[in-house]
């Protein structure tokens, strides 16, 4: 899934498909949001504007910041309580970014299909779908109204 936003790099991808497992980590049967490839549906959607590449940007520089100050290797390479502080640390000091990065996680995840599979969901089906017919009694109290216009 891209349109060629390709607006962050390797190691940022990395760092985010960690970050990502941490927010939502796998628990068999279900996998880890990072590992569903939510860093590249997060970077398609940072890529669409500018604000969100910018608050993208500047956040993901925070958290590589944050990581370097626990261990030299990264993000991924730190003890899930390392990670857990790491992130509470950039929620804390880039609550904007945090959010956004959060929402976009729950999106990039709540709407794979693997994951609806899972859940047990699935999109119904347009070809099934009836709509009851339309009570015209119910636009009565508007036409007993009148004309609430001028006419030009």
């Known amino acids: 899934m891209t349109n060629g936003n390709g607006i962050f790099t390797r190691a940022q991808r990395e760092m985010l498909t960690a970050v990502l497992n941490r927010i939502i980590p796998a628990q068999d049967p279900f996998p880890g949001a990072g590992d569903l490839g939510g860093a590249q549906v997060v970077e ?6 500018a604000r969100l590449r910018r608050l993208f940007g ?3 520089a925070q958290l590589e910041i944050a990581a370097a100050r626990r ?4 993000f991924a390479e730190l003890s899930p309580v390392e990670q857990d502080d790491t992130l509470r640390q950039v929620e804390a000091e880039r609550p904007d970014f945090f959010r956004e ?14 994951v609806f599979d899972l859940i047990g969901y699935s999109l119904p089906d347009p ?20 004309q609430m216009w001028r006419p030009v």
């Open 71 to 74: 261990g030299e290797a990264g």
């Open 101 to 114: 990065l959060v929402r976009q996680c729950y999106n990039s995840y709540y709407t794979n299909p693997e």
């Open 127 to 146: 070809a099934d779908y009836r709509p009851l017919p339309f009570d015209e009694s119910l636009l009565e109290p508007v036409r007993q109204r009148g």
């Open 58 to 60: 500047e956040g993901l």
């Open 44 to 49: 398609e959607v940072a890529g669409n504007t």
